[in-house]
């Protein structure tokens, strides 16, 4: 604006200096005319500067001569100020899940619709050595909120870091990845197994530890060992505090700009001290009847695992082997079981699927187009089971497979939506009503992140 003023000023004061310069009629329309076409390329320059500055999505970006940013980009806010981070941030995650069973009753078909997760939370950075994370999950049938994550963190910026509080355990790349960026909408039944049964991944109950880390840039390595209380209620005062110790390894090294590989092992122990460590679950949904497959009242446990992942553009593997003994409280056999689930991804539109070597977990999908990026699934897993109590009467071991065919469409960034359908066999298992039909089950989710 102010060239412009200055130009139309300079024009005027050509038109008064006529009588003095003696400026001819051309002249001056000549004059007029170039002056002209300076005003409209310089108003051109400003239309096309306040396009390039324009954030995506209307989002605002504003940033301060003191170093003060704040950033709506991402669907929540973030606030940045030198070294300090503040951000506000969640999902929505709708689901809606059917299946047709009968398995252990006459029927155990079900259909539901419910809000998977409800969370908000509030993360940030003191300074660059000190961080923290706070997460609520509010539970749409209670009305009540848990605490679902809360940790301090602090990261020496030399490859080491030490967290303490409630976070997720380090086993399994599948547990590490967020739920938000997991390419089906349940994990697999060995996940869930070991989730629910033994505490051994994902975040410790309502209970919290410290957890010792490093990572390694120039290797692509990274690892941690996690010491910590899952907070199992328990009448005898001896047995309260019951201390889990997990540890993890994994090396993603580049083959190219596009390709990588991941290898990854990891070991898990606890004295359950007589704790119910029980299995009984609708296979593959979440809702509905249950099935019960484990049962003990145990003492020591271990597991331990295997994973690994290979990734070249749009196409993705991944695969994960998982072995888990668990003994009663005078040391003899209460059950044992091992499995894997093997998957194949493939992104339709070309994008690569996203993935944190520092953590050894995959990441969300960015779109490249205006009509998002879709992505197809195929995923097989195999269980065997061996527990006295349960299976029929001339084996006790029995044995799961499930398959799962999905398609994902990443609307945005921030916009997802998943529909599944699987197929789930059980041989060997009690069924008081007297059929082996599979479970075929169809889920769909519509999630917002923020």
Same mark, same amino acid.
């Given at each position: 604006m102010k060239k412009k003023f200055i130009l139309t000023l300079i024009w005027m !004061?050509?038109?008064?200096?006529?009588?003095?310069?003696?400026?001819?009629?051309?002249?001056?329309?000549?004059?007029?005319?170039? *002056?002209?076409?300076?005003?409209?390329?310089?108003?051109?320059?400003? $239309?096309?500067?306040?396009?390039?500055?324009?954030?995506?999505?209307?989002?605002?970006?504003t940033k301060s001569k003191k170093g003060l940013s704040i950033d709506t980009t991402g669907g929540g806010i973030?606030?940045?100020? %030198?070294?300090?981070?503040?951000?506000?941030? %969640?999902?929505?995650?709708?689901?809606? $899940?059917?299946?047709?069973?009968?398995? $252990?009753?006459?029927?155990?078909?079900?259909?539901?619709?419910?809000?998977?997760?409800?969370?908000?939370?509030?993360?940030?950075? /003191?300074?660059?050595?000190?961080?923290?994370? /706070? &997460?609520?999950?509010?539970?749409?049938?209670?009305?009540?909120?848990? !605490?679902?994550?809360?940790?301090?963190?602090?990261?020496?910026?030399?490859?080491?870091?030490?967290?303490? %509080?409630?976070?997720?355990?380090?086993?399994?790349?599948?547990?590490?990845?967020?739920?938000?960026?997991?390419?089906?909408?349940?994990?697999?039944?060995?996940? *869930?197994?070991?989730e629910n049964v033994n505490y051994l991944i994902g975040k410790p109950g309502d209970g919290a530890g410290v957890k010792l880390g490093f990572y390694d840039k120039e290797t692509q390595s990274s690892g941690a060992i996690s010491v910590y209380d899952a907070y199992i209620n328990d009448s005898n005062d001896d047995n309260s505090m019951i201390w889990f110790t997990t540890a993890r390894l994994s090396v993603s090294p580049k083959i190219d700009d596009s390709s990588f590989y991941h290898i990854g092992v990891s070991y898990g122990a606890v004295d359950m001290k007589g704790q119910a460590a029980n299995f009984a679950s609708q296979i593959g949904v979440k809702g509905g009847g249950s099935t019960t497959l484990l049962d003990?009242?145990?003492?020591?446990?271990?597991?331990?695992? *295997?994973?690994?992942?290979?990734?070249?553009?749009? !196409?993705?593997?991944?695969?994960?082997?998982?072995?888990?003994?668990?003994? *009663? /409280?005078?040391?003899?056999?209460?059950?044992?079981?091992? %499995?894997?689930?093997?998957?194949?991804?493939? &992104?339709?539109?070309?994008?690569?699927?996203?993935?944190?070597?520092?953590?050894?977990?995959?990441?969300?999908?960015?779109?490249?187009?205006?009509?998002?990026?879709?992505? /197809?699934?195929?995923?097989?897993?195999?269980?065997?089971?061996?527990?006295?109590d349960e299976g029929t009467v001339a084996d006790s071991k029995v044995d799961i497979d499930r398959t799962v065919f999905g398609l994902n469409w990443y609307a945005t960034e921030t916009v997802k939506f998943m529909a599944n359908y699987s197929i789930v066999s059980m041989d060997n298992e009690v069924n008081p009503a007297g059929t082996t039909k599979d479970m075929d089950s169809f889920q769909l989710r519509a999630q917002y992140t923020f």
């Open positions: !004061l050509s038109i008064l200096a006529q009588p003095v310069y003696s400026v001819t009629d051309e002249e001056v329309a000549s004059m007029q005319e170039k *002056l002209q076409d300076a005003l409209m390329k310089i108003e051109a320059l400003e $239309q096309t500067q306040k396009q390039l500055s324009k954030p995506k999505s209307d989002a605002v970006v973030s606030v940045e100020s %030198g070294d300090a981070k503040f951000k506000i941030g %969640g999902r929505l995650q709708l689901d809606y $899940q059917g299946m047709n069973s009968a398995h $252990q009753s006459a029927n155990k078909s079900f259909g539901d619709l419910e809000w998977r997760r409800t969370r908000f939370g509030l993360s940030g950075a /003191v300074n660059k050595y000190w961080s923290y994370d /706070v &997460t609520y999950d509010v539970a749409s049938e209670t009305d009540k909120a848990n !605490l679902d994550e809360g940790f301090i963190k602090y990261d020496t910026l030399d490859g080491v870091f030490v967290t303490v %509080g409630k976070t997720k355990a380090d086993m399994w790349m599948e547990q590490r990845t967020s739920s938000n960026w997991i390419s089906t909408v349940e994990r697999s039944i060995l996940n *869930l197994m070991s003990a009242n145990a003492g020591d446990v271990t597991q331990w695992g *295997l994973e690994a992942a290979y990734v070249s553009g749009p !196409l993705s593997i991944q695969a994960e082997y998982i072995d888990n003994e668990t003994d *009663l /409280v005078d040391g003899s056999k209460g059950y044992e079981w091992d %499995g894997y689930y093997a998957q194949v991804a493939y &992104t339709l539109t070309g994008e690569t699927r996203g993935y944190k070597w520092q953590t050894g977990s995959f990441d969300k999908i960015k779109p490249a187009g205006p009509m998002g990026a879709w992505e /197809v699934i195929l995923r097989y897993e195999d269980l065997s089971l061996d527990d006295a």
